[in-house]
């Protein structure tokens, strides 16, 4: 059983709003940096925006960078990717991902380094 579990998927409209959530149910959440993933049907899965350990120093893919931003409350093990002027090319799987990284920073483009994985919330953007 996956220690991660992401939730806020639906579907919304063309410029809607969604804040999904990531809740870790292991030990030590505040050690992992988060990464947020997506797929699109048919598509590779991609890095959309992780965040460190502090809660600081977010990076961002240039495709959602100015409309995502991301935060974490270590008191509640949850990390939230908040989603605004949502687009149709934003439909598809989100997972989030746990880091044990030993620097504390998060490496977006690097799945691969990510030691845990969630099951995935869909989006789906459409009128």
């Known amino acids: 059983q996956s220690l991660l579990v992401e939730s806020g998927g639906d579907l919304v409209q063309p410029g809607g709003s969604l804040r999904l959530s990531c809740t870790f149910s292991?030990?030590?959440?505040?050690?992992?940096?988060i990464g947020w993933f997506r797929q699109a049907p048919g598509k590779e899965r991609e890095g959309i925006v992780c965040i460190d350990v502090a809660g600081r120093n977010p990076a961002f893919a240039d495709s959602v960078k100015g409309r995502f931003t991301v935060s974490r409350d270590d008191a509640k093990k949850t990390a939230y990717l908040q989603m605004t002027n949502l687009k149709p090319e934003d439909t598809g799987k989100y997972y989030c991902?746990?880091?044990?990284?030993?620097?504390?920073?998060?490496?977006?483009?690097?799945?691969?380094?990510?030691?845990?994985w969630g099951q995935g919330t869909q989006v789906t953007v459409s009128s």
């Open positions: 292991g030990n030590l959440f505040n050690y992992y940096a």
């Open positions: 991902a746990a880091d044990g990284t030993v620097n504390g920073f998060c490496r977006l483009n690097e799945a691969r380094a990510y030691d845990h």
